[in-house]
């Protein structure tokens, strides 16, 4: 059984930064591309960032670029999502995900998800 396990949510004042983590379980984690999207309410879930398999190469949303690095550790099967200057925008419902195909920032291709972090930036 795949599970992918989010922490480190929470609230935070505009500027601030919070590290979000992913525990995966249940799949040969250095075989799976791995993301990070976002849904805020009554928005569509969007793409925030995504690790290739080997953690080589990562791909960003604008929004992220400057502000958020993506890193994973095949050995303790974890990805993380450090966020610094947080804006009241960023605050949504932060997802992992992980695609087993290709390395991709559609939703859609994702294999497996979390259950999901809430993050609140205050103005």
């Known amino acids: 059984q795949v599970q992918l396990v989010e922490s480190g949510g929470g609230l935070v004042q505009a500027g601030g930064s919070l590290r979000l983590s992913c525990a995966a379980s249940?799949?040969?984690?250095?075989?799976?591309?791995m993301g990070w999207f976002r849904q805020a309410p009554g928005k569509e879930r969007e793409f925030v960032a995504a690790?290739?398999?080997?953690?080589?190469?990562?791909l960003s949303a604008d929004s992220a670029k400057g502000r958020f690095t993506i890193s994973r550790d095949n050995t303790k099967k974890t990805v993380s999502l450090q966020m610094n200057s947080l804006k009241p925008e960023d605050t949504a419902v932060y997802y992992c995900?992980?695609?087993?195909?290709?390395?991709?920032?559609?939703?859609?291709?994702?294999?497996?998800w979390g259950q999901g972090t809430q993050v609140t930036v205050s103005s």
């Open positions: 690790i290739s398999r080997s953690g080589v190469a990562t």
């Open positions: 249940g799949l040969t984690f250095r075989t799976y591309n």
């Open positions: 995900a992980a695609d087993g195909r290709i390395y991709s920032t559609d939703p859609g291709e994702y294999d497996y």
